[in-house]
């Protein structure tokens, strides 16, 4: 068979499937007239997990289970935008892990808003100039993002869904070698990250370490100045058209960041694999086994917890606090509703939502 052959066959698939495609979004656009007239909610994360194990189930290659899933992901956003266009808001600036990461769940077709801080982010979401917003809760090596969980205190946004993605920095540059660059752009955190690529690389050459207050900031200089490079995203690099030297520069490689989408009045079906996020604002926490007591409801209802923070109440005298908590379950789980319904004063619920592993 010719290369000429092989893409005549190609083009042949390509067709079907884009008849195919064209089908399922017919099919998607009933769903969006049912929908409307029943006031049902657009976004199922649980309904796109439940066909995405379905594929992954009956896949057997050779695409894996990744590619799998950035497909039907851009599918999913492709249909979610023919139900009912949706303005989604992320912590900017453009380029950064959190456009990635809204990227990598809305697609290349949704509308984006890029704010400038996370609480501005809520507000968008708060006052419905954005259906959804994307924002960092914690990194895996750095912790949480404090930020984000006293405005799921203050503010009334509810989690709609997780999703975690890996961190992994590239060396961006136009200089053909590293030899040549002079100087480096990046975060203080990305610069800590990546020490040990750049002791290997620039042991001689000793370029300044300029540090900027975003990667993307990093990317834009270095596309403007030649002599230089930029720790950056991938998506910062490709952004400004800057040619990746190094990809995955970073010492731990196991580095990822959780994000949550948050939504207003949202409220998830059932999944399988449910996770819960609620505030606790338990009363005389200054009283001995107040928290003790609380936690054992739990453990004797047999809920798993997966994270528990405390939080200062602010403007408060006293050392009180307020908790920030995470469990494994749904709202309506019989064991989850019997604890919620005992501390009903005293429990925020911010959302139920499929698992993100
Ligand atoms: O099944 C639905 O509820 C749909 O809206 C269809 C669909 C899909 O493309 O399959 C699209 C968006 C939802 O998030 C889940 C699934």
Request: proline share 4%; glycine share 4%.
């Amino acid at each position: 068979m010719t290369l000429e052959d092989v893409r005549k066959d190609i083009d042949k698939i390509d067709d079907q499937l884009l008849v195919l495609l064209n089908q399922r979004m017919n099919l998607v656009h009933k769903v969006g007239e049912i929908k409307r007239s029943t006031k049902a909610i657009i976004y199922r994360p649980e309904r796109e997990k439940q066909i995405l194990d379905r594929m992954n189930a009956q896949n057997d290659g050779p695409l894996n289970k990744e590619a799998i899933e950035a497909i039907y992901l851009e599918i999913f956003a492709a249909a979610r935008n023919i139900e009912l266009p949706e303005r989604v808001a992320y912590l900017g600036p453009e380029g950064s892990f959190t456009h990635q990461a809204a990227e990598s769940r809305f697609g290349a077709m949704s509308e984006y808003m890029t704010l400038p801080t996370i609480k501005s982010v809520f507000e968008a979401v708060d006052t419905g100039r954005a259906k959804f917003g994307v924002i960092p809760i914690e990194n895996n090596q750095e912790g949480i993002v404090y930020e984000t969980v006293d405005l799921l205190n203050e503010m009334n946004v509810n989690i709609a869904a997780e999703l975690k993605i890996p961190v992994h920095f590239a060396l961006a540059t136009e200089a053909e070698n590293p030899s040549k660059i002079k100087r480096i752009y990046s975060k203080d955190i990305a610069f800590r990250q990546c020490r040990g690529f750049l002791n290997k690389y620039f042991e001689q050459t000793h370029p300044e370490e300029i540090q900027v207050e975003s990667t993307s900031k990093a990317a834009k200089l270095a596309a403007e100045d030649p002599e230089s490079a930029a720790i950056c995203s991938e998506i910062a690099a490709k952004l400004f058209a800057l040619p990746v030297l190094f990809n995955n520069i970073e010492d731990n490689s196991q580095n990822r960041t959780r994000f949550f989408i948050l939504a207003k009045n949202f409220v998830n079906a059932k999944s399988e694999n449910d996770k819960t996020t609620i505030i606790a604002r338990l009363p005389d926490t200054d009283k001995p086994g107040v928290l003790a007591n609380f936690l054992q409801d739990f453990k004797k209802s047999g809920i798993n917890l997966t994270k528990i923070e405390s939080r200062p109440y602010k403007g408060d005298e006293d050392f009180n606090f307020w908790f920030f908590i995470e469990l494994e379950g749904f709202y309506q789980d019989e064991n989850v509703e019997k604890v919620f319904k005992k501390y009903k004063n005293a429990i925020k619920w911010l959302g139920s939502y499929v698992r993100n592993t």
